[in-house]
């Protein structure tokens, strides 16, 4: 089930018109939505598969290379864009390429997708679920990684926002998403149907007839500003930082 990001998340994310933006790609979604914006963009991936995914579209420069180590000189960008991937990354070193490599004012744009477990029905559905594993919809979804971005000196100045994204859900998608959680391979028949018929009856009862529920989200969104002062200044060792034997 994929979920589009709304335009004007990504206006904010993107800051200006036209940007020169380095994207850590997962997938070419968002590359094609950032370059149909008016963005021109390089796209970073380890994933040679994807390079060549991304190759074809216009304004897209792919490069296989990790955020840990650039390939490229530095000041070349004005906002790098992360969706949902900050946690796969080493950050002690990435953030400082990403430093290195964004201009003067410019960003780390980085969001993360994550499930609202507030409204009522959602509840109702954990609670089924977590019948049989206690685990059940208690994903990680990386976005811990947020808050070592806000403690790094690289980019000591952070804006935040939330955008609400609703994903509409039919019956037959909810009960494909609930069959395809991984505890559902320990249930046997008759435990998996019982299971379904929860989930259709919670269905029926918090819609009208032929309507879709609406899966909600939170789309946290941070703009990490750049400091080069860190990657500028002069470095100073103790008087016992260097000791010649003689």
């Not at 990354?89 to 994550?114: E, K, M, N, T, W």
Request: with cysteine; charged share 20%.
């Amino acid at each position: 089930m994929s979920i589009t990001l709304p335009d004007e998340a990504l206006t904010w994310l993107s800051v200006w018109q036209e940007v020169r933006g380095l994207v850590l790609a997962t997938d070419a979604h968002l590359a094609r939505r950032l370059t149909g914006a008016g963005h021109t963009l390089f796209a970073l991936t380890d994933d040679p598969a994807l390079v060549a995914r991304l190759a074809p579209l216009e304004r897209v420069t792919p490069f296989l290379a990790r955020p840990e180590a650039i390939p490229t000189d530095p000041l070349q960008f004005e906002v790098v864009f992360a969706h949902q991937c900050l946690h796969r990354f080493d950050l002690s070193h990435a953030l400082p390429q990403l430093a290195r490599v964004l201009r003067a004012g410019g960003c780390i744009s980085a969001s993360y997708l994550v499930r609202d477990d507030s409204v009522p029905w959602v509840r109702r559905l954990a609670a089924i679920l977590r019948r049989y594993d206690p685990m059940a919809m208690k994903g990680d979804y990386g976005h811990q990684s947020l808050d070592t971005l806000g403690k790094s000196r690289y980019f000591p100045e952070v804006e935040r926002r939330a955008f609400r994204v609703w994903q509409p859900i039919s019956r037959e998608d909810l009960v494909s998403m609930v069959r395809h959680q991984p505890f559902t391979t320990n249930l046997d028949e008759a435990q998996l149907g019982a299971l379904l018929d929860q989930v259709v009856e919670l269905f029926d009862g918090a819609v009208r007839p032929g309507e879709n529920l609406r899966l909600p989200y939170q789309l946290l969104c941070w703009r990490a500003w750049v400091n080069h002062e860190e990657l500028t200044g002069p470095v100073e060792l103790p008087d016992s930082g260097l000791a010649i034997p003689l």
